[in-house]
Structure formats: C-alpha cells, structure tokens
C-alpha cells in the first residue's frame, strides 16, 4: 500500500468539492473558507511528500514500512546541503561568536530549530498515515540525540545557549505602582 495515495486522493477530492459549479457563491465560498487547510497542515503535508520523495529515489527505493531511524538521521542530513545557517567550525577564528565581523568558509547548516520543527511535523504525519506509534522512526531515541548534538553543537558556535523561552511576568508590586501616582503629603501647592 502507498502512504502517499491517500494524500493525494483526499487533496483532489478537497479540489472538486470547490469546483461543484454551484451557483449560489455564498455559500460555496464559506464551505471552502471552513475546509481550507491551516499553515500548519499544508507544511506537514509538503514535508511528508518530500520525505516520500526522498524514499523513492534513495538506492535501492525503500518502503515506509521499513524505513528506520537510521533512514531519517540520513535525511536529516541530506538536508543539511540546503541550509542557510552558518554554523563555525571550532577552528573558526569566530567560533563561539554571535556575530562575527568578517566573513568566514564555514559551511551552511539546517538550523536546529527547523530541524525540530520538522521531525515533530514528520512524526505526526507518519502516524496520521497509518504508522504506529511504537514504530515511528522520527520519535525514535537516535533522532533525539542527533537533535540534541546539533543543538549543542550550534549552540557552541554562535557562542549562545538555546534555553526554552520563559513566559516574562511582571511582579504584582511593580505594576501598582506604575499604575497610581505616589501619594504625597503636603502642602506643596
């Protein structure tokens, strides 16, 4: 069975059901407006159909069914050729430098956070086509590793630490204060 049939029969299905050649506008308009796939869904469909791609052309082809970890850490990697971030060698003068001055021969990478990004779309796709959860190469530990290495790796580079982003909130007491005027006692007037 092919995991990539379903997709493309439920997209020209989604495609003739807005061309029923109705001729009330109105409401042709709002079903369209309500079955319009989110960002989010046409990104993970075009990652999903890309992995697919990869798959095919790999030598010898390879079936999702047995694609493993390995497969996807290989494709992560493959994509790296596609990059836009310079990522600085340890012997790069500006190595561990958030900006550096001048430009320099080290290579362009997948940022880590696109790569994240993308095995969370990936893993949710496989599962969405009929994978099961226990056999989802893109959950699977070496996937997670190889995404903490690169992590790190350019987190030593641009000599920054990813941290999980903490939600800023403003103690009570400042806020009160802005809020009202100091009160004084006087006859200043």
């Not at 109705?22 to 309500?34: E, L």
């Not at 970890?69 to 310079?86: C, I, M, N, P």
Request: glycine share 6%.
């Amino acid at each position: 069975m092919d995991p990539f049939a379903d997709i493309e029969t439920s997209q020209s299905e989604n495609a003739n059901s807005f061309n029923t050649g109705n001729s009330n506008n109105s409401t042709a308009g709002t079903s369209s407006s309500a079955s319009t796939p989110s960002r989010y869904e046409n990104q993970k469909r075009r990652d999903w159909n890309t992995f697919g791609q990869y798959l095919k052309n790999h030598r010898p082809p390879l079936a999702l069914s047995r694609c493993s970890a390995s497969h996807v850490l290989e494709f992560l990697r493959y994509l790296d050729q596609f990059g836009k971030t310079k990522v600085h060698t340890p012997i790069c003068p500006f190595y561990g430098h958030p900006n550096p001055p001048a430009p320099c021969p080290c290579p362009l990478r997948q940022a880590w956070g696109s790569l994240d990004a993308l095995i969370g779309r990936l893993r949710a796709a496989y599962e969405e086509n009929g994978g099961r959860p226990e056999a989802n190469p893109f959950g699977a530990r070496a996937v997670r590793l190889y995404l903490r290495e690169v992590r790190d790796l350019q987190s030593k580079a641009r000599g920054i630490s990813y941290e999980k982003k903490k939600r800023k909130r403003a103690p009570p007491q400042q806020q009160l204060s802005s809020a009202a005027p100091p009160t004084t006692s006087g006859d200043d007037a």
